[in-house]
């Protein structure tokens, strides 16, 4: 009797999780919403990826992914090792260091648009000091705002996750290595980091997943530009499938979009997991 307890749960993955990616599938071989519905197999395939847009778009995608975990992890990491130990101050610290992990993702597109305009916070101190700060006409400066953006609201993510594994770890080996006389170094490489490879690991991929969907934020500060500079994945096929109402393309991209991301989830979760004993 007790299995059938999770049948609700397993429908709702069904219908949510299932049936739109078998309607994605059939819309991948066909030409939907076209004059005539016709089956062209893998066609739809050959024009994305022949489709240098949708290249350098995806290109665009996984070096900003990259950046942003190679900038985050460590960051957040660093952050939970400085607000391990207990006090006042500590504790001020890390609730105002969660408040951006809370804001939506709109939320915090509008927020950094309003600091970077002219008249803005950012815009007025990179005017003073003469930096020629302009992200919505030079691409590079567009790119690094963007970076700095995700940083600003998804680093105090990692922070709570490690915190989280710093907190519910034995201390015993740590004061048992110290009056062995290890580093500091030898204590994080060989017991902390060790002890906290779990949640690490975890969060690694939700901010891979996460800033390989990125949406939101770019088309509200820049809307992907200047002109097609900044654009990612996830705009180029909102472009392809609701605004020319190409949805044959659209959904081969998004297939092919999907299969990328799985696989470079599970690259991550090979290289992170090497040796630790977690699969």
């Known amino acids: 009797m007790s299995k059938y307890l999770i049948l609700p749960a397993v429908i709702a993955v069904l219908v949510v999780g299932l049936v739109p990616f078998l309607v994605l599938i059939n819309y991948s071989v066909q030409t939907p919403y076209a004059e005539q519905n016709v089956f062209v197999a893998f066609n739809n395939f050959r024009k994305i990826i022949s489709e240098p847009r949708f290249i350098d778009a995806l290109r665009r995608n996984v070096i900003f992914s990259a950046t942003v975990l190679s900038i985050e992890i460590p960051l957040g990491l660093l952050l939970a090792f400085l607000l391990y130990e207990k006090s006042r101050v500590n504790t001020i610290i890390s609730t105002f260091i969660i408040i951006p992990a809370l804001v939506p993702p709109i939320s915090i597109g509008l927020l950094w648009r309003l600091l970077i ?3 803005g916070p ?3 101190l990179a005017a003073l000091m ?19 953006m995700d940083m600003w609201h998804w680093t105090s993510l990692v922070t709570i996750v490690a915190s989280a594994g710093l907190a519910g770890m034995d201390r015993t080996p740590i004061l048992s290595a110290k009056t062995e006389g290890a580093t500091r170094w030898q204590i994080f490489r060989y ?5 906290i ?7 690694s991929l939700i901010r891979l997943i996460d800033s390989l969907k990125i949406y939101d934020e770019v088309i509200i500060l820049t809307g992907g530009g200047p002109g097609l500079t900044n654009e990612y994945i996830s ?3 909102k472009t392809i499938a609701i605004d020319q109402w190409i949805i044959g393309i659209g959904a081969a991209g998004s297939l092919i979009y999907n299969f990328i991301v ?8 090979i290289v992170m997991t090497r040796g630790r004993g977690l699969i």
């Open 117 to 119: 305009r002219t008249a």
């Open 235 to 237: 705009q180029y096929l």
């Open 191 to 195: 017991i902390e980091l060790p002890a």
């Open 130 to 148: 003469k930096l020629g700060y302009d992200p919505f006409r030079i691409p590079s400066h567009a790119y690094w705002t963007i970076i700095l």
């Open 122 to 124: 950012l815009g007025q």
């Open 262 to 269: 799985l696989m470079l989830c599970y690259l991550l979760l």
């Open 197 to 203: 490879s779990f949640p690490l690991v975890f969060v």
